[in-house]
């Protein structure tokens, strides 16, 4: 029977089942549903590397991203049967998964114009950095064209792309601790933008797929932050990552400003 067992890859991560014998299909829907009554508290750690490197090879990349399809297929079953604010939630989750996507593609603009006139003295870890992080991104904004129908999704997408290239490209021409720094701050945001949807779910016991979905969904783009906190001090517990200070703090709090307000129009518009 081709069933696939891909084990915890990091203390958060959660197991995927896959089969095509349709007596396993229970045994999936129990697995997601087991995942979202976890402690919150358990799913947001990431182990220290020390440096920012590509973290997997191209097979773990492989089978995480057919976890997420599978995990993906079994909440698009109950996209009809959404609540309207559920369906509002993935209207801003989809609108931001887009940007975010924009943010890595103005990253890698930003990163090649620095390469041409020779600044990249990084090695080229920005751009990897960036690259690797896109195509976790897109695969998020894979999952957001699943759930969230043309009909349900913001105008207000022209802008975002705009405003979200700017926002990768700009911090990036300046060197990567610029563009780390702006990571951190869009993850630690979009990571409580996740946590609140996931607790309504959790508190209304409905829906576990979904919630599932996007605890895994939230796991990555914590660890997206922790990644930028390591590529900036070396770990991802470094004290001034907690507490930063002049411009930096400055800087987050504009990205969590724009961040919140993008939200609120995503919602209307």
Same mark, same amino acid.
């Given at each position: 029977?081709?069933?696939?067992?891909?084990?915890?890859?990091?203390?958060?991560?959660?197991?995927?089942?896959?089969?095509?014998?349709?007596? %396993?299909?229970?045994?999936?829907?129990?697995?997601?549903?087991?995942?979202? *009554?976890? !402690?919150?508290? #358990?799913?947001?750690?990431?182990?220290? *590397?020390?440096?920012?490197?590509? /973290?997997?090879? &191209?097979?773990?990349?492989?089978?995480?991203?057919?976890?997420?399809?599978?995990?993906? #297929?079994?909440? $698009?079953?109950?996209?009809?049967?959404?609540?309207?604010?559920?369906?509002?939630?993935?209207? @801003?989750? %989809?609108?931001?998964?887009?940007?975010?996507?924009?943010?890595?593609?103005?990253?890698?603009?930003?990163? *090649?114009?620095? +390469?041409?006139?020779?600044?990249?003295?990084?090695?080229?870890?920005?751009?990897?950095? &960036?690259? %690797?992080?896109?195509? @976790?991104?897109?695969?998020?904004?894979?999952?957001?064209?699943?759930?969230?129908?043309?009909?349900?999704?913001?105008? =207000?997408? /022209?802008?975002?792309?705009?405003?979200?290239?700017?926002?990768?490209?700009?911090?990036?021409?300046?060197? /990567?601790? +610029?563009?780390?720094?702006?990571?951190?701050?869009?993850? #630690?945001?979009?990571?409580?933008?996740? =946590?609140?949807?996931?607790?309504?779910? +959790?508190?209304?016991?409905?829906? !576990?797929?979904?919630?599932?979905?996007?605890?895994?969904?939230?796991?990555?783009?914590?660890?997206?932050?922790?990644?930028?906190?390591?590529?900036?001090?070396?770990?991802?517990?470094? %004290?001034?990552?907690?507490?930063?200070?002049?411009?930096?703090?400055?800087?987050?709090?504009?990205?969590? $400003?724009?961040?919140?307000?993008?939200?609120?129009?995503?919602?209307?518009?």
């Amino acid at each position: 029977r081709d069933v696939a067992i891909m084990s915890s890859v990091r203390p958060f991560c959660c197991c995927a089942l896959r089969g095509r014998a349709s007596q %396993h299909q229970g045994n999936a829907v129990r697995n997601v549903k087991a995942l979202c *009554r976890m !402690p919150l508290t #358990t799913l947001s750690r990431v182990e220290t *590397r020390g440096h920012f490197e590509l /973290p997997q090879s &191209a097979r773990a990349l492989s089978i995480k991203a057919d976890s997420l399809h599978t995990m993906t #297929t079994s909440a $698009a079953r109950f996209v009809s049967v959404f609540p309207a604010l559920i369906r509002l939630d993935l209207r @801003t989750d %989809h609108a931001g998964e887009f940007g975010a996507v924009q943010i890595y593609q103005g990253a890698l603009a930003a990163a *090649r114009i620095r +390469q041409a006139l020779g600044l990249n003295i990084e090695g080229g870890r920005m751009a990897e950095f &960036a690259q %690797h992080h896109m195509e @976790t991104e897109q695969q998020h904004l894979d999952v957001m064209l699943q759930l969230v129908p043309p009909s349900d999704r913001t105008r =207000l997408l /022209p802008l975002w792309r705009g405003m979200a290239l700017a926002l990768g490209f700009f911090p990036s021409l300046l060197g /990567p601790r +610029q563009l780390y720094w702006t990571i951190a701050a869009v993850e #630690t945001f979009v990571e409580q933008h996740y =946590l609140e949807q996931i607790e309504k779910l +959790q508190r209304d016991h409905i829906l !576990p797929e979904l919630c599932a979905l996007l605890v895994k969904l939230k796991e990555d783009e914590v660890e997206h932050r922790d990644e930028a906190v390591i590529a900036l001090f070396g770990h991802k517990d470094a %004290h001034e990552a907690r507490h930063p200070s002049g411009t930096a703090r400055a800087w987050m709090r504009i990205v969590e $400003a724009g961040s919140v307000a993008a939200v609120e129009a995503s919602k209307i518009v």
